[in-house]
């Protein structure tokens, strides 16, 4: 196996033998293999649309695909086989809309394609075969190869919200055509490494789309996210706990759970759902349990209720805790009961049959504010701004993980001027939202914006000052210092790329798929740099 997709890569260079994720050799042979299959998929469905013909099977189908090979979401080979064989399938019915629609066209039989992904069909041995399509032989030209990687991993993460944002009912043509069409140029060894640049930069820009389309899903549903205290203490009673991002499938949790005498927590990146009316109106909607999901194996035995996950961060379970697991959506794992739609008697039994959740005492943490929020109280804001009583903003966001290294994230956020406001969003806010920041005036000095991509509403906010100063968001006094993980940071580093913002700090170590001369490319036009110590980096910043 080969994979260096995300920040906790073995060496800094590549998971070789099994990934630091717990992600065996076999699986991910098969999610290379569904990677491949996803791109002859995608190559077949751009020709298709540009003949007329679209297909919304083929189009959700991208999603799932694509979401199921994102770090620590899907583990389960028999799944990851099942995915492999329907691609197999739909990658056929992509294949005969094109013919039909280029024969319609022309009157005579399409072209055949007979090398790559348009050719690949599903082999007996899905692992054998995913075997020979390791991401590292995806071209022989390292910078080229490295910008597609960006490129599949933007894919990747924008998958994941399009996901979340399609159970909304929210979808968008043109993110739809882009996925095709981004998928059909991975597949032509004719183009050049700046086509693969300017496609990476409008994956960032559907990617803003496609966050707009959940933040819209999510508002439409569950209201703007207002301030709101959170407990992180439990109460005594039955529980079930939700680890994930997918806010329908937890709203459809506490609809099944009301007035059964059983309380929902939520964990990690489901802390902000807290903060949504539209969620926050059921009583038994109890609390945050526990921290980051790099923190999992040592906390969720602690919990002695059900756990689902919905979406990622998923991690190998501990026996004490694996026979009340559930996974739902795109997260799976193996002999882990995995829940399909959204009939959770199966996970209600589970929490009624387990013991009950002690009576713990816990702090209060503050979430909900998102750019509604924010903006509401502009006014103020800005007056604190011109008075000098906030002289800085800084965006401390991004993904959690196991490194030592990201106590920067801590101790940055702890040594940040008393007279700057921190805004935080995603998972990697567990290292410090649970410390005392106090307030400017009445304006908390620490406001979590969301989950990841609620990086939606940062940019809105940081936009919208941007207006009331007249100015543009590089000449702010904002800055961002992000932490990255996964895929889905990877597409939100996209957007604000493609959104031309500069001067974005980046750790806790840069991408091993980035290269040199690809790095070099990307300090020039963005002066992106890496994090070095948080004492440093602030006086940078703030000397700058
Ligand atoms: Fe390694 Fe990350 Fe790939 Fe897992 S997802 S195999 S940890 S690079
Ligand atoms: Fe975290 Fe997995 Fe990235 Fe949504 S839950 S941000 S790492």
Redesign the pocket.
Known sequence: ?F????????KGT??TQ??????QPNV?ALQDNLLHGLQGLGFFSHKARKLGSTDKELEAFLLEGLFATV??VDFDPARLANLTARCGQLKDKAQHLYQEAFRRANGIPAPRFSKGPPAWQPAADLTIQGAQFGIDKLHGDPDIRSVIEILLYGLKGMAAYAEHAQILGKVDPEVSAFFESALAATCDPDLELMDFVSLAMECGKHNLTVMGLLNAGHVENYGHPVPTPVSTGTRAGKGILVSGHDLKMLEELLKQTEGKGINVYTHGEMLPAHGYPGLKKYAHLAGNFGGAWQDQAKELPQFPGAIIFNTNCIQKPAESYRDRLFTWGCTAWPDVPHIEGFDFSAVIDKALACPDVPEVPGQEILVGFGHNAVLGVADKVIDAVKSGAIKHFFLIGGCDGAKSGRNYYTEFAEKVPKDSVILTLACGKYRFNKLDFGDIGGIPRLLDVGQCNDAYSAIQIAVALAGAFDRGVNDLPLSMILSWY?QKAAVILLTLLHLGIQNIKLGPSLP?FITPNVLNFLVENFNIAPITTAEDDLKAILGS
Not at 3 to 10: D, K, N
Not at 18 to 23: A, L, S
């Open positions: 196996m994979c260096h997709q995300c920040e906790q890569t073995a590549g998971c099994v990934g630091v994720c717990g992600k991910a770090t620590n996964e091993a």
